[in-house]
């Protein structure tokens, strides 16, 4: 995932960007700080006005690094009100500008204290280009991934890219073998076989049960995708969709029918990997288009052993991914 | 408008809620206030937490109206980022805490000054039933269908409504037969068997594209839904699919990489029906809980007849749908 020699070598680095200066420490790639001061703003990559979520392209420049510019991806994202706190809001603290009042309705805006206005920022950085083309808003397109297309197109695009160090998948190994993130981890099943870790997506800060968002990660290796699975791997799929459910309903109080249980197909890593999510949150990547029910896929596998291996898929690529480039350079689309 | 009494009738009140207490001026309903102060949380109505709006019910007090205490409902709603203040959220002013590090991503919690924080507020009071119940949030389970829960619950439920009129689908019947909206008719095929009609659906304008959603409504009669369909129907499947799209083509220049084409099960009216809508549509019924891509049901009943007969379908249902209380009666949720 370092394919980006800027600010990958030091470790205690000086930030100097715009009118802030700053010591800050960063650590391969790693952003230790305290405030959001010393990124320069290059451009808004997306901004999508409804989930309150902006995507922005940032420079980071450090004078241990030859003075060069680390590339970065900024996504802010507002946070959803905190039911612990709305009557804290409902307080003296908040101030109001009035915009609008007629008899019954009145409009204001509002401004919260800090403590009250959190919002989620991600920064990745080094950030590689395709970073900053998957956060980029693009048109979408619908492609139709046969068997064979996959074989001839997709599987060699995976492995060049594997080859290439671009798709690396070694953070996962390291969650698997607790050498990153041991303390996130919500539940394990050891079992080489069928057992999984359970741990938090990155997308939910772990105390919102109505905003739940978990990841299953088999500890079986080699299993890229959905596409990769046949009837031999129902066991571990049914392993990780009664244990993943019971832990959830023991340690978060939700049952199975207030969870989304589902793969992507693409998937964004090819580890294999599920989604759980609380059904009430709407969220992208819950569409027909790229979302397979575990349910669906245990009963397709028992249906048919090898389903999704001869499956003909149909899910959207942006236009500038490089896996819909394939697959407009072999005529596909 | 003014059917609460409770809070209609002085002009200037002092609130007292719980430890604030404030002295704030009230005209028929309409909240004067400098701060969000003295509105006392009696509950959360709905909270949206991926468009970030929560919807309150609250209790309004006055000294000044017999200490009686006046309903209002309160929407917040988070507003989105605005471009032209992102340089100066990423400053010193917005303090961060660490809530995850690795090599590439990190992730924190940013606490940006009032005046980059901004919300809506919009305050109904008085606020009657209706209004309360039209912000109130009903909740939404996952149920699943086997094919002998259909069989022994949804089909007796459905027919017993058919009888009792509640699902009429004459309104179908009128349009195949063009008795009514017959100039809305985009394209038809007047086959019996494998025919059909495709018109606009009522929530697009026929004009712009980017939001282009039609309907295809076959000219059969008897087939209620998906679980209906068998290997026999394909023809007809596939009738629909390739004119479909080829005329939606040609009248709007959408491609079939362009378009998103499925069923919803449960769909909202049991007469067969497809749906075409723009890909680029972020749109509710598009998830994998209820949307069933054209391309994938072909191939399905292709590999097995029976595969919708058979299939367990996995849907959503909100706690006070019928059909959700028929499930419930069964002990089936």
Known sequence: MNDSQDCSASNAKRIKIGDNEVNEKITTGTVNRSTLSGIGLVSVLNDN????????HGKV?????DGQLCDAVIILEKKPFDQNNLQQLLSKKTKLTVDLQNDIYSTFTAFPPPELSDIKATIICPATEKHIRKYTKQKSFIVQETASDYQNITLPYLEKQIAANVFNIQWVFNILEHKVESERII???PDKENGFILLPDMKWDRVDKTALYVIAIPHKRGLRSLRDLSAEHIPLLENILTKGLAVIEEKFGLKSSELRVYFHYQPSYYHLHIH?????????GTGALRAHLLADVIENLTLSGNY????TFTFELRENDNLYLEFQRCGKV
């Open 187 to 189: 539940y394990e099943d």
């Open 61 to 65: 420049a450090s004078d241990g690094n």
């Open 49 to 56: 006005s409804s989930r309150k979520v902006a995507c922005l």
């Open 308 to 311: 999704y291996r001869n499956k």
């Open 276 to 284: 759980f999510n609380n059904v009430e949150l709407d969220m992208p």
